[in-house]
């Protein structure tokens, strides 16, 4: 049974920095697929950033060149460095892994509220 476990949300100003946690525990493989997905009151939720096991980090637009994600296999850790951060970016951030053809898993949230 594999349980993932995020923590580093709360609030911060506009421009202010957060850094997001993923702990992951179970059956862990290091070919996997972990990413950052947000859900916003009223909207879909949406992908943030992932990073795979092997290759580099994937960004949605909105996020590039604020927003860092990696990943410590040895922990089976994921991190999520926001810098330069944005009302639009309140949200509930949610953690996610995929391996191979498991059903994916996902972390209870964690909020994120960027407001003056």
């Known amino acids: 049974q594999v349980q993932l476990v995020e923590s580093g949300g709360g609030s911060v100003q506009p421009g202010g920095s957060l850094r997001l946690s993923c702990a992951a525990s179970?059956?862990?493989?290091?070919?996997?697929?972990m990413a950052w997905y947000r859900q916003a009151p009223g909207k879909q939720r949406e992908l943030v950033a992932s990073v795979a096991g092997i290759g580099g980090p994937n960004y949605a637009d909105s996020v590039k060149s604020r927003f860092t994600i990696s990943r410590d296999n040895a922990k089976n850790t994921m991190y999520l460095q926001m810098n330069s951060l944005k009302p639009e970016d309140t949200a509930v951030y949610y953690c996610?892994?995929?391996?191979?053809?498991?059903?994916?898993?996902w972390g209870q949230g964690t909020q994120v509220t960027v407001s003056s």
């Open positions: 179970g059956n862990i493989f290091s070919f996997n697929t």
């Open positions: 996610y892994l995929k391996q191979g053809a498991w059903s994916p898993v």
